[in-house]
């Protein structure tokens, strides 16, 4: 299933590999040639799926800090957004292709190939939190699943690792109230990977568009309800221009992680040192990109209520029952395929293991916010 090579990509890489390893070499025997020739940088071409303007370009950016620092310079991250090159969704492809050599993306952008994709960002909701995944990725088998998908299955010319595990994902943005399973019936509602099959069994019509495009959707009536992340990137591209009540909570997408993807080739023709840079940068801007998400998720909360006139709701305890319903269905339909039960009877074993030494070990964290800030939380 593996794609022709673009001859091109094939050529730069070559001269990369040999500018990277041999140009001492050529500095050696050419004396008239500047020494500077033999630091030149390797360029990497990362496209994200973001907008310039929202913040996981920000996050972005701190991963190419990180990388360009701690490679003393001889790694130089030419950083695009969506659509510089492709579209927010055919980022896989084109890392795959060689078109780029490396992306910030999520798994579910690339559900179409399998929807297996999205086990690794938003799949049944177990009891884990992100945290509790990205461990499992790391340390519970996940990464090893990943790869059989990836490089066995579908044939796809790449590394992928995982980054800054996400808060759980608001259920949306509504122009009125929604409180029961019933009220959503017949909403017309933005979501991606297997949120989609999910909320279509709770009897609402999805439509799958990357971030950029669902404040168009919204005002050209093609959606009238919508998810997306998180309230800084909400608010980024105008949610509260087209709704005014934002929903909490969720079991839709609760324990997704950042993916960066890099192109087989390109990583291996890499000195192993610059490989080690840009693999152990990702965990290193996970750290700063979720200090970074905590500060600013928060503030543009606080703005879209004070300053937007949006009123935050904590999702019902019916809708999310109603949420872990459609994922015991749907479940039953997704074992039916043998890599697809492989993956959730690891997650499963996982959740169970070490959920249970998180769920008991921790305090009840709203019992304390309410002691120093009485009457904010509304759980």
Same mark, same amino acid.
């Given at each position: 299933?593996?794609?022709?090579?673009?001859?091109?990509?094939?050529?730069?890489?070559?001269?990369?590999?040999?500018?990277?390893?041999?140009?001492?070499?050529?500095?050696?025997?050419?004396?008239?040639?500047?020494?500077?020739?033999?630091?030149?940088?390797?360029?990497?071409?990362?496209?994200?799926?973001?907008?310039?303007?929202?913040?996981?370009?920000?996050?972005?950016?701190?991963?190419?800090?990180?990388?360009?620092?701690?490679?003393?310079?001889?790694?130089?991250?030419?950083?695009?957004?969506?659509?510089?090159?492709?579209?927010?969704?055919?980022?896989?492809?084109?890392?795959?292709?060689?078109?780029?050599?490396?992306?910030?993306?999520?798994?579910?952008?690339?559900?179409?190939?399998?929807?297996?994709?999205?086990?690794?960002?938003?799949?049944?909701?177990?009891?884990?939190?992100?945290?509790?995944?990205?461990?499992?990725?790391?340390?519970?088998?996940?990464?090893?699943?990943?790869?059989?998908?990836?490089?066995?299955?579908?044939?796809?010319?790449?590394?992928?690792?995982?980054?800054?595990?996400?808060?759980?994902?608001?259920?949306?943005?509504?122009?009125?109230?929604?409180?029961?399973?019933?009220?959503?019936?017949?909403?017309?509602?933005?979501?991606?990977?297997?949120?989609?099959?999910?909320?279509?069994?709770?009897?609402?019509?999805?439509?799958?568009?990357?971030?950029?495009?669902?404040?168009?959707?919204?005002?050209?009536?093609?959606?009238?309800?919508?998810?997306?992340?998180?309230?800084?990137?909400?608010?980024?591209?105008?949610?509260?221009?087209?709704?005014?009540?934002?929903?909490?909570?969720?079991?839709?997408?609760?324990?997704?992680?950042?993916?960066?993807?890099?192109?087989?080739?390109?990583?291996?023709?890499?000195?192993?040192?610059?490989?080690?840079?840009?693999?152990?940068?990702? /965990?290193?801007?996970?750290?700063?990109? !979720?200090? @970074? *998400?905590?500060?600013? #998720?928060?503030?543009?909360?606080? %703005? =879209?209520?004070?300053?937007?006139?949006?009123?935050?709701?904590?999702?019902?305890?019916?809708?999310?029952?109603?949420?872990?319903?459609?994922?015991?269905?749907?479940?039953?339909?997704?074992?039916?395929?043998?890599?697809?039960?492989?993956?959730?009877?690891?997650?499963?074993?996982?959740?169970?293991?070490?959920?249970?030494? /998180?769920?008991?070990?921790?305090?009840? !964290?709203? @019992? *304390?916010?309410?002691? #120093?800030?009485?009457?904010?939380? %509304? =759980?």
């Amino acid at each position: 299933m593996t794609a022709t090579r673009d001859t091109g990509a094939m050529n730069r890489r070559s001269f990369l590999r040999k500018g990277a390893l041999g140009g001492a070499a050529a500095a050696a025997t050419t004396l008239a040639a500047p020494a500077v020739l033999a630091q030149a940088p390797v360029v990497v071409k990362m496209q994200t799926s973001w907008p310039a303007s929202d913040i996981w370009m920000d996050f972005a950016r701190e991963y190419v800090t990180r990388v360009e620092e701690m490679s003393g310079g001889r790694l130089k991250i030419d950083l695009l957004p969506a659509g510089a090159v492709v579209g927010a969704f055919q980022v896989m492809d084109a890392v795959h292709d060689g078109v780029l050599d490396a992306a910030h993306t999520v798994p579910v952008y690339w559900y179409g190939k399998s929807k297996a994709a999205s086990f690794f960002g938003t799949g049944p909701v177990f009891g884990g939190s992100a945290t509790t995944m990205l461990a499992w990725f790391y340390q519970g088998g996940g990464k090893e699943l990943y790869q059989e998908l990836t490089q066995q299955i579908l044939g796809l010319n790449v590394y992928g690792f995982m980054g800054m595990p996400m808060p759980a994902q608001p259920f949306g943005w509504f122009k009125g109230e929604v409180n029961t399973v019933a009220d959503l019936q017949g909403f017309k509602y933005r979501t991606v990977g297997l949120a989609a099959d999910l909320l279509q069994g709770m009897g609402m019509s999805v439509a799958q568009l990357p971030g950029g495009e669902i404040v168009p959707a919204m005002e050209r009536g093609v959606i009238d309800a919508f998810e997306f992340n998180n309230p800084s990137s909400d608010k980024r591209f105008g949610a509260q221009d087209v709704a005014k009540n934002y929903y909490l909570s969720s079991y839709h997408q609760a324990s997704e992680s950042f993916e960066f993807l890099f192109n087989k080739d390109f990583m291996d023709d890499l000195a192993p040192d610059l490989q080690a840079i840009l693999k152990y940068g990702v /965990e290193a801007s996970a750290t700063s990109n !979720l200090a @970074l *998400a905590m500060r600013e #998720y928060s503030t543009d909360l606080q %703005k =879209l209520q004070d300053e937007n006139g949006v009123k935050v709701h904590r999702t019902s305890k019916e809708i999310l029952a109603g949420q872990l319903e459609a994922w015991d269905k749907l479940i039953v339909e997704l074992e039916k395929d043998a890599f697809n039960k492989k993956v959730m009877d690891s997650q499963r074993a996982w959740v169970e293991k070490v959920a249970y030494y /998180e769920l008991m070990n921790a305090p009840d !964290l709203g @019992l *304390a916010y309410d002691h #120093y800030f009485p009457g904010k939380l %509304k =759980l």
